[in-house]
């Protein structure tokens, strides 16, 4: 069974930087595709970015390319979100999840494990 942790939430600036964790415990994440998630309050949960398994190039989607980067630790225990420049709309609880299988993209409804999240707040 794989277990997810998320760390490194917390107050940060408008234009600044961040580094969320997602631990794995269990089970070393190689094998999955990891994605990045988010919710802002009251709005619907959100992909971030992508990473598939085995790789180490991730994906983005557009409101985020080129401000954050998903990627994955040597150890194949950890995958991280840096977030650069970040912006009052990147506010809210991220989440890392976990997919099995030979898929390569996440969609949130075909992932198989989820962390409980870490609150990112932006303001100055």
Known sequence: QLQLVESGGGLVQPGGSLRL???????????????WFRQAPGKAREGVSCISRFSTIGNSEDSVKGRFTISRDGTKKAVYLQMSDVAPEDAGVYYCAARAGPESNCPSGDMDYWGKGTLVTVSS
């Open 21 to 35: 964790s997602c631990a794995a415990s269990g089970r070393t994440l190689d094998y999955f595709a990891i994605g």
